[in-house]
């Protein structure tokens, strides 16, 4: 594996290889010493054209535990404005000798593109509304700690702003890839005009689908979108749509309640739901760490990378 | 001034098809018939010899974009790709909404090597408020208005527009129909792909939405108007159905249209960026019926040259647009005319005596008959090549077509007797 850009570049076996890594790379991060000198030499640039402090450090972190150099590049999203392309800021930064770049962007494809004029490595970390393959990953290492090796056959509903939502398109391809049963719950507005070659149902009523879920993934909104004519208010988002403690009440007994993060408190989730008991919020974060570091592993380690 | 004999080819014109040698002296065809001899000679043999093709929609980027094409070199890629004539679109900086603008587009084209038309916009600065001076326009040669790259949104605009113009003998206005509200920031077609790829889309409806309306405008004013990059099914049968009921409409499909569609989009190479947008195997197919059938009058390449660095960038951020003019007629051929969708005399149609009509332009698309200007067009329909975008003539290599192979190429082209294009090699 040279690049990690998409959920769909893998295949159900290597998503399998990839958790299996990154479940002996969560014992790592619990030793005393959580550092391996697995990578030790390796050059790791973390491109970020969009703020993410969350996904910045969760990558960093991983590539030091595995003793990369990382070197944070800071690109305001102006200087692409100001008329350098993105091909030129790149193809500086491969001069300076790196291994991998670990990319988030505001732009679908971005890092599909930079894979195309360097030799480096490419870990997409979010771009635009396109994929986010590593929250993917890092979601199914988490269920599969919690409810056994396979998924097959869970019903899992992703609720929220699909449309504009990176972790949704990886995470219903990355679930439907071991065998769950995806449903997207959200209004018409903030689904896709079609949602053809994606292996979903679609629900507009998520009461209705609540009683048989065994995971409930709720998504970030973003209060701009009712300004772009997506949903009335928040009041109303939250009364058609939130995971409130009445509508958690009526979950099936093991349900799982999972976000990738930052939380709305009070508006796609209440604050009680986010930290009772089925809540897997803080076990998504911190098995952030282990499956980076499975993917910069698999992509720079023994085997992996320029092979 | 010596004769110049064009011999061995098929001659193609508003008549029919016919074997025939073609005798220009002094800028004018002097004689059509068998065996004719003269100072100098073309070899057409295996090629069409027809009038010169006509795009009433290519962007010269003169005056303010110069570093992706100027109206020189604009006109040299024109004419390998066979056009003798091309209209101007008016989205440059300043824009051709002034009469001094427009003069210097032209005075810039007069030693090009194809005639260069100007457009005028519709509105001041193009901002689709207040009317451009029109009528000022019209009085330097402006027979097309249109505010491309911007569609006149406004409906009150729009009704007035169409009202005035119908005071300018000839004049018709283009719209460019997408509405921005139902755009909204989308940069591919709104769709499976869209969808898949996480990109904003620009919905089908956004286009078929202005069409409906302008069509009722048309109606209702009398005016003569015409669509530009007419992409969807929804807005062909639009047209279909204006022109059935008797509407002054007229509409014209780029090749892209009827070549590529949103699959492409899956690269996310912005080279396959453009407005309207790449569209569903739907579209395409319906763009194909419209052109067999007449409902789209012409093809018009939407010659849209960028920087190579403004197309390094991501897919939404890059500027929409695609190079058109130096592989049309080979892809016109390949899709249209071997296929069967369009005969080789609809295909000249709707490439030059239709657009000339449209644009008012009376020495192009003319019948290839004594007395005529000797805007000529000389086709090798066999001829194999590959695009290289480094071999294009065009300041720009924003080509989508990149190491594709086509069959079929403009081995000369004649400007007003003047062989600009001698076997594939620009010669001004």
């Known amino acids: ?307 | 001034m010596a004769d110049l004999v064009i011999r061995g080819g098929r001659v193609l014109d508003p008549g029919g098809e016919r074997t025939a040698d073609v005798r220009v002296h002094d800028g004018v065809v002097v004689e059509v018939g068998e065996h004719l001899t003269g100072d100098a000679t073309l070899d057409a043999s295996g090629c069409l010899v027809a009038p010169g093709l006509v795009d009433v929609h290519v962007h010269l980027r003169e005056p303010g974009m110069e570093e992706a094409e100027t109206v020189e070199t604009g006109a040299r890629a024109a004419a390998l790709g066979g056009y003798t004539a091309v209209v101007a679109m008016p989205n440059t900086t300043p824009p051709l909404d002034d009469p001094t603008v427009v003069a210097a587009v032209l005075a810039a084209g007069a030693r090009a090597a194809c005639e260069v038309v100007s457009s005028g916009t519709i509105t001041r600065g193009r901002a689709g408020e207040e009317l451009a001076p029109m009528g000022e326009l019209h009085a330097l040669g402006v027979r097309m208005f249109t505010d491309d790259g911007d569609c006149v949104a406004d409906a009150g605009v729009m009704r007035r527009a169409l009202e005035y113009a119908r005071a300018l003998p000839g004049a018709v206005i283009s719209q460019h129909a997408e509405d921005p509200a139902l755009v909204a920031g989308g940069a591919m077609h709104e769709g499976e792909w869209s969808s898949r790829l996480g990109i904003p889309g620009r919905p089908a409806v956004a286009e078929e939405v202005v069409v409906a309306r302008d069509v009722i405008l048309a109606r209702a004013t009398g005016a003569r108007l015409h669509f530009q990059h007419i992409s969807t099914a929804g807005a062909v049968e639009l047209v279909r159905a204006a022109k059935a009921a008797g509407a002054r409409v007229t509409a014209e499909a780029c090749p892209h249209h009827f070549t590529l569609t949103d699959a492409c989009c899956a690269t996310f190479d912005p080279v396959f960026k453009v407005n309207p947008p790449l569209r569903a195997d739907a579209d395409l197919a319906a763009i194909k019926a419209g052109l067999a059938d007449g409902t789209i009058d012409v093809i018009a390449t939407d010659h849209a040259p960028h920087p190579t660095a403004a197309k390094e960038r991501p897919f939404e951020e890059a500027p929409s647009g695609m190079l058109g003019l130096e592989t049309a007629l080979a892809l016109v051929w390949e899709e249209l005319v071997r296929p069967g969708v369009l005969t080789p005399l609809a295909a000249f149609a709707a490439c030059s005596w239709k657009p000339a009509a449209i644009a008012g332009l009376a020495h192009h698309g003319v019948p290839v008959a004594p007395g005529a200007v000797a805007n000529l067009c000389v086709f090798d329909p066999e001829h194999r090549w590959e695009v290289a975008p480094d071999r294009l003539a065009s300041k720009a290599r924003n080509t989508p077509f990149a190491g594709r192979a086509l069959t079929g190429k403009v081995r000369h082209t004649l400007l007003r007797g003047d062989v600009v294009v001698r076997d594939g090699e620009a010669q001004r």
């Open chain 1, 1 to 307: 594996m040279k690049h990690l850009l998409s959920v769909g570049d893998l295949d159900r076996s290597a998503i399998e290889q990839l958790l299996e890594l990154a479940t002996s790379f969560r014992e790592v991060t619990r030793r005393e010493i959580p550092k391996v000198p697995a990578l030790r030499g390796k050059v790791v640039v973390s491109l970020f054209y969009e703020d993410s402090t969350r996904t910045r450090i969760s990558f960093e972190t991983a590539a030091k535990r595995l003793s990369c150099d990382v070197m944070g590049f800071s690109v305001a999203s102006s200087s692409v404005t100001k008329g350098e392309s993105l091909r030129d800021t790149v193809q500086t930064i491969e001069a300076m000798g790196i291994d991998a770049v670990v990319m988030r962007h505001s732009a679908a494809g971005a890092p599909h593109r930079v894979a195309g004029w360097i030799d480096a490595s490419v870990v997409n970390a979010g771009d635009g509304c396109h994929e986010h393959p590593t929250q993917a990953l890092l979601d199914l290492l988490t269920l599969r700690h919690r409810i056994g090796p396979g998924i097959d056959g869970a019903r899992i509903a992703i609720v929220g702003d699909i449309l504009h939502s990176r972790v949704a398109r990886s995470g219903a391809h990355a679930f439907a890839a071991l065998g769950a049963d995806v449903t997207l719950v959200a209004p018409p507005t903030m689904l896709p005009s079609t949602v053809a070659g994606w292996p979903v149902t679609v629900s507009h009523d998520l009461d209705a689908v609540l009683g048989d879920l065994d995971v409930v993934y709720l998504l970030r909104i973003q209060r701009e979108r009712q300004r772009e004519t997506r949903f009335p208010s928040l009041r109303e988002y939250t009364a058609r749509y939130g995971l409130t403690v009445e509508r958690a009440a009526r979950l099936r007994p093991e349900a799982l309640i999972m976000h990738p993060g930052p939380m709305n408190r009070g508006v796609e989730i209440a604050a009680e739901v986010a930290e009772g008991p089925a809540s897997l919020i803080t076990e998504q974060v911190e098995n952030g760490v282990a499956m980076r570091m499975a993917v910069l592993y698999e992509l720079l380690g023994a085997g992996g990378g320029h092979g």
